[in-house]
């Protein structure tokens, strides 16, 4: 049985496929290669790292996909993937040339302690997540909540920063 899912991609450090916007771009590739089907791919925005730090800006975006793995085998293909373009984890929201998180599956609602908690933890408090989402699921609802895209969105803290990178910036970082 195939299900639905949607990935958030993030990256702020150049992996060996370059910069962070060709690493995002190189991972959704990655992700069809490794048979996850793209349904749909949302544009690129950039946003300083949260918490606040010197690190450099993260590039992010959202896929929606359809798969035939479990919540858990895809987080596994997730985190090869991850692995493969150099992402070791450490430190919690240190800088990384590449982040995989299932933000949605199917709506399930999943706590942990085992991974992957469903839908993601934080997603519903994250600009650079919700952003994203919005282009690929426009009528998108929380499934805890009940909440919109839109809704959560318009519910974001004030003075937040996450802006569409221009298509013609491949080097954005």
């Not at 949607?6 to 991972?27: D, F, Q, V, W």
């Not at 519903?124 to 499934?143: C, K, N, Q």
């Not at 318009?154 to 920063?161: D, S």
Request: glycine letters at 8%; aromatic letters at 6%; a neutral charge.
């Amino acid at each position: 049985m195939m299900s639905h899912a949607l990935i958030a991609i993030g990256a702020n450090l150049p992996s060996n496929a370059g910069t962070p916007r060709e690493t995002c771009e190189a991972a959704v590739a990655a992700m069809a290669r490794a048979g996850l089907g793209i349904a749909s791919r949302s544009r690129w925005f950039e946003s300083p790292p949260d918490p606040p730090s010197d690190q450099p800006w993260y590039v992010n975006g959202v896929v929606a996909i359809v798969t035939a793995l479990s919540p858990e085998a895809l987080l596994a293909e997730l985190n090869a993937i991850e692995r493969r373009f150099g992402r070791v984890r450490g430190e919690r929201n240190a800088a990384r040339p590449l982040d995989l998180d299932i933000i949605d599956y199917e709506a399930r609602v999943r706590s942990g302690p085992d991974a992957p908690i469903l839908p993601h933890p934080r997603m519903h408090l994250r600009p650079f997540v919700l952003l994203p989402l919005s282009d690929v699921a426009p009528g998108w609802r929380h499934p805890i909540t009940g909440e919109t895209v839109a809704g959560l969105i318009a519910g974001l803290a004030p003075g937040w920063v996450c802006r569409p990178v221009p298509d013609g910036d491949k080097n954005s970082s």
